[in-house]
């Protein structure tokens, strides 16, 4: 079996730890939890006729990209970066949280997360905006851990890069 660690990251209150509860758990809480640290899950999925455990390393929120303890990022092998679709601010900071995962660990997969997609109406991210990444070949993928929409997808597609590399 293959392991494979991968990082949720982001600044708080993105849905990071909710995220990861709804593809590990299949549950969704309406409760806040500020993650201190970092809370590691796993889950067994089959990717290309292979088993894969991913590690799933839930790191607290980083307000900026100065924030992020770059000792958990050690020996990843890709990272899920979390922006809140309400939040502006949220893609700022995923941004220079992504240069610094480069400059810290070089270029490994990871899938840009818009979450909060069942509340599309309050969103501030522009489409203008996801294109702009998805230009420069990022992965973007609209999630809700509430509804649980593009949860599954976006943790099998990092893990296919993650065999495939």
Same mark, same amino acid.
């Given at each position: 079996? +293959? ?17 990861? @509860? ?17 809370? +590691? ?6 990717? %290309? ?47 220079? *949280?992504?240069? @610094?995962?480069?400059?810290? *660990? ?7 997360? +818009? ?15 996801? %294109? ?34």
């Amino acid at each position: 079996m +293959i392991q494979k660690k991968v990082c949720m990251l982001g600044t708080f209150a993105v849905g990071k730890t909710s995220l990861v @509860r709804r593809f590990v758990e299949s549950i969704y809480s309406d409760k806040y939890h500020t993650t201190v640290g970092v809370k +590691i899950d796993k889950k067994l999925v089959q990717v %290309e006729e292979k088993e894969l455990m991913l590690m799933l390393w839930d790191i607290e929120g980083a307000q900026d990209e100065h924030d992020l303890r770059t000792s958990y990022l050690r020996g990843a092998s890709g990272y899920l970066l979390v922006v809140d679709g309400t939040r502006q601010d949220t893609l700022y900071t995923a941004l220079a *949280i992504q240069t @610094r995962v480069e400059e810290t *660990i070089g270029s490994v997969p990871f899938l840009l997360l +818009i979450n909060k997609a069942d509340l599309t109406d309050e969103w501030v991210i522009t489409n203008r905006e996801t %294109e702009a990444l998805e230009q420069k070949k990022w992965d973007v993928i609209r999630t809700s851990a509430k509804s649980g929409m593009g949860v599954e997808d976006a943790f099998l597609k990092l893990a296919k890069k993650l065999v495939l590399t």
